[in-house]
């Protein structure tokens, strides 16, 4: 499947330690299962973590506000 993640204001989305880029992240490939998030806003002080379910064959879009 592939994961896209949109995020208000902004955030770089991380995977564990490795950064998979700053929102808004295009469609990327994922395994099927389920993943912890973790979205980082420095300018404002905001850190968020989530979980996000990816499924064979469909894009799973992640929406997210910080704030």
Do not use: S
């Amino acid at each position: 499947g592939k994961l896209a993640a949109q995020v208000e204001p902004w955030a770089d989305v991380y995977l564990g330690e490795k950064k998979l880029g700053t929102t808004p992240l295009a469609p990327r490939e994922f395994f099927e299962g389920t993943y912890n998030l973790r979205l980082v806003n420095i300018e404002i002080g905001a850190m968020r973590n989530v979980r996000v379910q990816v499924q064979a064959g469909k894009t799973t879009v992640l929406k997210e506000k910080l704030d």
